[in-house]
């Protein structure tokens, strides 16, 4: 019996989980009270961008990394994993309902010493900060993705890399969205700037939900 495009989805998706560094089990039980206690714990990197992430700092080498969107904490742990000594990750969470759940997680982890949390729109204060990144991870508001980059932009270096994530956006991004879906058409917006931007050199990866990768000419 031929397998459905479904079944063989889910296949892979296994398979690749076997054949790739495990995500520890801190971060397994982060994952699991992120999607018993919090809605939409979907919205967590999960096991293979976490492990992505951690494999992109190794290569990067970044001595400070911004996050925009902490949600439960599983990325800014996964980014702060592959950190040298030194390296920090400052990441902002806009929604303060989420600290009493995060907080704990990311000052107990392996790495809370290179993890600074903030609660605060970081797209107005993360500048006041005086600190040029060499990375920066949009996983925000999806409605001010354009706001952030261009904030991002501004205190990222030269040569230095944006991520940002959500970008295919289960697929919406084929349709013509509702004037009152600002979602999708935050994200259409933000991948219809970037496209055309001379400022970056840039890729989508089809990982999950779309992981757009962007590198600062310079």
């Known amino acids: 019996?031929?397998?459905?495009?479904?079944?063989?989805?889910?296949?892979?998706?296994?398979?690749?989980l076997a054949h790739i560094d495990p995500e520890g089990d801190y971060l397994y039980r982060l994952w699991r009270a992120t999607n018993i206690h919090l809605l939409h714990g979907r919205m967590a990197s999960g096991h293979l961008q976490g492990r992505l992430l951690k494999m992109l700092v190794r290569m990067v080498r970044p001595s400070n990394i911004l996050e925009i969107g902490t949600f439960s904490g599983y990325s800014a742990i996964c980014l702060a994993e592959g950190l040298d000594e030194g390296g920090m990750v400052y990441t902002y969470e806009i929604d303060d309902e989420l600290e009493d759940f995060t907080r704990p997680w990311i000052e107990g982890s392996a790495v809370a010493?290179?993890?600074?949390?903030?609660?605060?729109?970081?797209?107005?204060?993360?500048?006041?900060?005086?600190?040029?990144?060499?990375?920066?991870?949009?996983?925000?508001?999806?409605?001010?993705?354009?706001?952030?980059?261009?904030?991002a932009l501004s205190v990222l270096r030269p040569g230095g890399?944006?991520?940002?994530?959500?970008?295919?956006?289960?697929?919406?991004?084929?349709?013509?969205?509702?004037?009152?879906?600002?979602?999708?058409?935050?994200?259409?917006?933000?991948?219809?700037?970037?496209?055309?931007?001379?400022?970056?050199?840039?890729?989508?990866?089809?990982?999950r939900d779309g992981l757009t990768m962007a590198m600062k000419k310079r």
């Open 113 to 151: 010493d290179k993890i600074r949390f903030i609660i605060g729109d970081a797209i107005k204060e993360a500048p006041k900060l005086g600190v040029e990144f060499d990375m920066v991870f949009i996983d925000g508001d999806k409605r001010t993705y354009v706001e952030a980059y261009e904030m």
């Open 1 to 16: 019996m031929k397998q459905s495009q479904v079944d063989i989805n889910r296949g892979l998706d296994e398979y690749i």
């Open 161 to 207: 890399f944006i991520l940002a994530d959500n970008t295919l956006w289960d697929g919406h991004v084929l349709e013509t969205p509702r004037q009152t879906d600002r979602q999708t058409i935050g994200i259409e917006t933000f991948n219809d700037l970037i496209a055309t931007d001379g400022r970056v050199e840039k890729l989508i990866l089809p990982l």
